[in-house]
Nanobody, 115 residues
C-alpha cells in the first residue's frame, strides 16, 4: 500500500521557519521524482519545488527561490522542504507528490504564517 505522509506544518510568525517532511512507504522511493505543491484557499494548487530521484537536480517556483530548500534522504524514503523567511502569502496546505509513470499524493499539511 502506497503511503505519503506529510508532517511539520503549523502556525509560524512572518520571518520564521518550518521544515516539512514527507515520509513514504509502499513504492521504490529512490527512483521517483519528488515534488512539493501548495494550495491556498480559493487558489489552484501550485508547484513549489521539485527534486530528481538522485537529488542532483532541483527546481523552485520563483516565489520561493532563495527561501525554500527541497531535499531527500533515499535511505529514509523521506523528502523534505525547509522553509525560511516565511511570508503570510506562503499560507497554504502543502502536499508532497511522487512521480514516475504515475503520481502518488500525500494528504497535505497546513502551514499558516501569521502574526
Amino acid at each position: 500500500q502506497v503511503q505519503l505522509v506529510e508532517s511539520g506544518g503549523g502556525l509560524v510568525q512572518p520571518g520564521g521557519s518550518l521544515r516539512l517532511s514527507c515520509t513514504t512507504s509502499g513504492f521504490t522511493f529512490s527512483i521517483y521524482y519528488m515534488s512539493w505543491y501548495r494550495q491556498a484557499p480559493g487558489k489552484e494548487r501550485e508547484l513549489v519545488a521539485a527534486i530528481s530521484s538522485g537529488g542532483s537536480t532541483t527546481n523552485y517556483a520563483d516565489s520561493v527561490k532563495g527561501r525554500f530548500t527541497i531535499s531527500r534522504d533515499n535511505g529514509k524514503k523521506t523528502a523534505y522542504l525547509q522553509m525560511n523567511l516565511l511570508k503570510p502569502e506562503d499560507t497554504a496546505v502543502y502536499y508532497c507528490k511522487a512521480r514516475r509513470n504515475i503520481d502518488y499524493w500525500g494528504q497535505g499539511t497546513q502551514v499558516t504564517v501569521s502574526s
